[in-house]
Nanobody, 120 residues
Framework: QVQLVESGGGLVQAGGSLRLSCAAS????????MGWYRQAPGKQRELVAA???????NYADSVKGRFTISRDNTKNTVYLQMNSLKPEDTSVYYC??????????????WGQGSQVTVSS
């Protein structure tokens, strides 16, 4: 099993920047990929960015060119650098880990959620 602890987030003006961090502990050697999702009130949770154990990344179209996901394997931490923030980025952001149960089967683990609010 994996434990995910998030930090960062807060209130920022449009055009500003924030960085989210997600520290993983536990059976981290079985993590296939990690990522960030967000969920605004009344909306479904959506993928923002993800990074595999090999370092491959993918992003939602809405954040491409503005957000960067990275990982520090020495600290077992994943980061989400958010630049040029827009009011529509306002949401609760969740760290996610895809934990390998067995070949072809993964389980989702989630962080506690971090509020990001962008004022116009």
């Amino acid at each position: 099993q994996v434990q995910l602890v998030e930090s960062g987030g807060g209130l920022v003006q449009a055009g500003g920047s924030l960085r989210l961090s997600c520290a993983a502990s536990g059976s981290i050697f079985s993590i296939n990929a990690m990522g960030w999702y967000r969920q605004a009130p009344g909306k479904q949770r959506e993928l923002v960015a993800a990074i595999t154990s090999g370092g491959s990344t993918n992003y939602a179209d809405s954040v491409k060119g503005r957000f960067t996901i990275s990982r520090d394997n020495t600290k077992n931490t994943v980061y989400l650098q958010m630049n040029s923030l827009k009011p529509e980025d306002t949401s609760v952001y969740y760290c996610n880990a895809k934990w390998r149960v067995r070949i072809g089967v993964t389980a989702d683990y989630w962080g506690q959620g971090s509020q990001v609010t962008v004022s116009s």
